[in-house]
């Protein structure tokens, strides 16, 4: 049997994990990323087993009809019906199982998104490490409006690092209600009111056919000139070109983005260049803790499916 981990960028295959008690097994890492679906299949037309790292490669049916030796697909989190497709898996016969995984890594670089951003923190190291000294001033939190679109499992502790650092809180979505926000001391507003309120607007929503474009041009144009906009969720929820086309023309202060349509991210990409853009390789959940519980339970469920009772199995 023939087992592939996907973009595994760090290396990390062979120092998390021991593979051995899987028996006769032959365990393969890419360190690099596919991006067309005719050079994913002809990588894993002879595995039978392929672990990936989060979402980093899709799986549609038009991907799984071309790999009849599949049977095992090991996907890391618990959310992933988007990026594969559940129901060609189910019908091909191939076992999806998945893991658990430390939600609140994604939360610490918001933290450190926006604290960079309003204190220039990028700006003056790379002053300093180039042998100059302070360049110019920050922005202080206290008193500042952080607005939260989502307060959901990401958004809520969001909301509590922002009291704790003495801002004002407010949030929305689609079905959010004063009642739900109230105990955790945010205000509940309007979308209108949150985008041309908020001195930074930081977005905790899924992945779902409902929140495709979420944050428009209309709302990002609604943003005050000192703004920032922080995404660490997903790039399909954000119109990417109004966002690009703001930061470009100065419209908003700055931006904080961990995830993009094309990952990795093209060279010649803005987000690469612009310098009122903090961009980070999609590394939310990109810890030891979160790589330990990837590695340690895939491993576990490849040998639970071996022995023919397969654990954590998604769909």
């Not at 969720?233 to 109004?242: G, H, I, T, Y």
């Not at 979160?290 to 576990?300: A, D, H």
């Amino acid at each position: 049997m023939r087992l592939a981990v996907l973009d595994d960028y760090q290396a990390a295959t062979t120092q998390i994990v021991d593979w051995s008690p899987l028996g006769d097994v032959t365990v393969v890492p890419f360190t690099d990323h596919v991006h067309d679906e005719d050079g994913l299949v002809a990588r894993l037309s002879d595995f039978d087993v392929v672990m990936r790292i989060r979402e980093r490669t899709e799986f549609p049916r038009s991907v799984l009809e071309r790999l009849p030796r599949l049977k095992l697909l090991l996907a890391t989190g618990m959310r992933n019906a988007r990026s594969i497709d559940m129901a060609a898996a189910k019908e091909l016969g191939i076992t999806v199982c998945g893991t658990e995984v430390h939600p609140h890594t994604t939360v610490e670089l918001v933290w450190g998104m926006i604290l960079s951003l309003f204190r220039r923190i990028p700006q003056e190291a790379g002053s300093l490490r180039a042998g100059g000294w302070q360049v110019g001033l920050g922005t202080g939190l206290q008193g500042k409006r952080l607005g939260i679109v989502g307060l959901g499992s990401m958004g809520v502790p969001v909301s509590r690092v922002g009291h704790a650092l003495g801002m004002k809180v407010a949030a929305w979505s689609p079905n959010l209600t004063p009642e739900r926000t109230a105990g955790h001391q945010v205000a509940c507003v309007s979308k209108a009111d949150l985008f041309a309120g908020s001195d930074v607007v930081t977005l905790h929503m899924p992945d779902t056919d409902a929140t495709q474009g979420i944050v428009g041009a209309t709302e990002i144009a609604a943003m005050r000139s000192s703004a920032y906009f922080i995404n660490t969720s997903r790039p399909n929820l954000v119109d990417q070109n109004a966002l690009i086309d703001a930061l470009l023309h100065g419209r908003i202060a700055g931006a904080g983005v961990d995830v993009f349509d094309i990952e990795p991210l093209p060279q010649n990409h803005p987000y690469r260049w612009l310098p009122n853009v903090l961009a980070t390789p999609h590394i939310g959940f990109v810890t030891s803790e979160n790589y330990r519980v990837f590695f340690e339970q895939s491993l576990e469920n490849a040998a639970a499916y071996l022995r023919g009772a397969p654990i954590r199995v998604i769909g």
